[in-house]
């Protein structure tokens, strides 16, 4: 069982910068892939970004890409979200996932189905 729980969301205004957090449980978090995903009211949870296992390689939506960096380290359990440029559209619920059974990382790790484990969630607010 992995356990995940975020931290660093928070009420910004547009441009300012947020760097979200995510501490998982288990001896084996450096085999897992790591994403986040957010989620607006009423809407699918969509796939912000993700990091392999080793952080050798990353993914992003087109959306975040060149304003997010998804980064991670092994020996504290911890994956970060660094969010740069912010923009109200950027609102909504960030979550943090884990893939403890990923094989083909380019091939899964947008795809909200991959991913076993899920934190609780934390709230990123940008006001125009």
């Known amino acids: 069982q992995v356990q995940l729980v975020e931290s660093g969301g928070g009420l910004v205004q547009a441009g300012d910068s947020l760097r979200l957090s995510c501490v998982a449980s288990?001896?084996?978090?450096?085999?897992?892939?790591m994403g986040w995903f957010r989620q607006t009211p009423g809407k699918e949870r969509d796939f912000v970004a993700a990091i392999s296992w080793s952080g050798s390689a990353t993914a992003y939506a087109d959306s975040v890409k060149g304003r997010f960096t998804i980064t991670r380290d092994n020996a504290k359990n911890m994956v970060y979200l660094q969010m740069n440029g912010l923009k109200p559209e950027d609102t909504a619920v960030y979550y943090c996932a884990a893939d403890p059974n990923s094989t083909n990382f380019l091939a899964t790790s947008r795809t909200r189905t991959s991913y076993d484990y899920w934190g609780q969630g934390t709230q990123v607010t940008i006001s125009s």
């Open positions: 288990g001896r084996t978090f450096s085999n897992y892939v």
